[in-house]
């Protein structure tokens, strides 16, 4: 499984996804569409200018970005976690479905490296979002 580390930042969606952005920018990719917790559709889409490979992410949080949410500022539980998880791969494989070309595509699930069972559930199916095509990387938490 190709699994990236990204720079610290609070661990809800909105974080994930800003730094995704800001990772694959860095790596020459240009953002196509970059969407908040609040709309749908594919996270983040992005494309290089010179090798025309298009990205594709679905982002998950590890607590809540809706301020008046019981569960802002707190981490998951490990049922909440598989609800993601299990959520984003989904999501993932349509995507990938939908995007056969593993070598001008790539599909990526970003998670946050804390809570733990982020780690847990996907180690459970490594191997088939291998096969699959489903890249994952983990953005880190940053200090509370």
Not at 83 to 107: H, M, W, Y
Not at 110 to 137: N, Q, T
Request: glycine share 4%; net charge neutral; with cysteine.
């Amino acid at each position: 499984m190709s699994q990236h580390q990204i720079s610290s930042l609070p661990p809800d969606e909105n974080a994930v996804v800003t730094a995704i952005c800001s990772h694959l920018c860095a790596d020459g990719f240009e953002i196509e569409q970059h969407l908040s917790t609040t709309e749908r559709g594919v996270d983040v889409v992005a494309e290089h200018p010179q090798t025309k490979i298009r990205v594709f992410v679905e982002a998950k949080g590890g607590t809540s970005s809706r301020k008046d949410s019981e569960r802002y500022g707190k981490p998951y539980t490990s049922s909440q976690v598989f609800d993601r998880v299990a959520k984003g791969i989904f999501t993932c494989l349509q995507l990938r479905t939908k995007n056969p070309e593993k070598n001008s595509v790539r599909v990526i699930l970003a998670i946050p490296e804390k809570p733990d069972h982020f780690k847990r559930y996907i180690a459970a199916v490594s191997p088939s979002l291998d096969s699959a095509g489903i890249e994952v990387w983990f953005a880190k938490e940053s200090l509370l």
